[in-house]
């Protein structure tokens, strides 16, 4: 739980992890994990008596653990080494329970996706991509998943993104002109998938949502 006063072992905290800041740039990865991982063992002993803490040391946190998320999955790509890529992974989700804002959480979803691209894991890649569009604003989920779906591999996924654009859109109450012409949109897109898939409950279910709101336009 964060808090705002700073106590004296929490300044002393961020003191040690200034310094391994400061010589960061004359490391190598191991020398790199070895400081960072002082700076992590500070913080469970001292998380021992202490159940609140500030911001200032939630930020500390989630940069170790990214910067140890990133070293880990470098080496991974580096030596084809599955094992520092599952380190990453594990590195990246604790830096995600200390993450403040949507730009910082963003930025490690976006990391576990090139981490699950790289283990071929396609599961946890959509599920990572899922996270990254709800994490926008919700003005923004709408470009977002409509993002994932013209960038996605399989049709499959990319209907699955098109229709959570198109829930997306229906929740709409800003632009009513705007919110039909972006139905419109993802309609025709949905109903090439299902023609060419063949679910025709699905297809006629599109079909008929396009015909109501070409209605509601005229």
């Known amino acids: 739980m964060m808090k705002t006063p700073v106590t004296r072992e929490e300044s002393h905290f961020v003191r040690l992890y200034k310094i391994v800041q400061e010589r960061e740039k004359y490391l190598n990865n191991e020398a790199k994990i070895v400081q960072y991982g002082t700076v992590l063992r500070y913080f469970m002993k001292f998380i021992q008596e202490n159940e609140n803490y500030s911001v200032n040391i939630a930020t500390i946190l989630y940069w170790t653990y990214k910067k140890l998320g990133d070293i880990s999955y470098t080496e991974a790509v580096d030596m ?27 930025r490690i979803l976006l990391a576990l996706k090139d981490v699950y691209y790289y283990l071929d894991d396609e599961e946890a890649f959509v599920r990572v991509e899922i996270d990254w569009a709800e994490n926008h604003t919700s003005e923004d989920k709408y470009s977002a998943y409509m993002f994932l779906a013209q960038n996605a591999e399989s049709t499959q996924i990319k209907a699955m993104f098109l229709e959570k654009a198109l829930d997306k ?15 419109l949109n993802i309609c025709s897109q949905l109903a090439v998938i299902y023609e060419l898939q063949g679910d025709k409950e699905k297809l006629l279910r599109i079909k008929k949502l396009r015909e109501n709101t070409l209605k509601l336009l005229n």
């Open 169 to 183: 859109v229906m929740k709409q109450v800003e632009s009513f002109y705007t919110k039909y012409q972006d139905t």
């Open 80 to 106: 084809q080494d599955n094992n520092k890529a599952f380190l990453a992974v594990e590195y990246y989700n604790q830096a995600l329970i200390y993450a403040i804002g949507m730009e910082n959480k963003n």
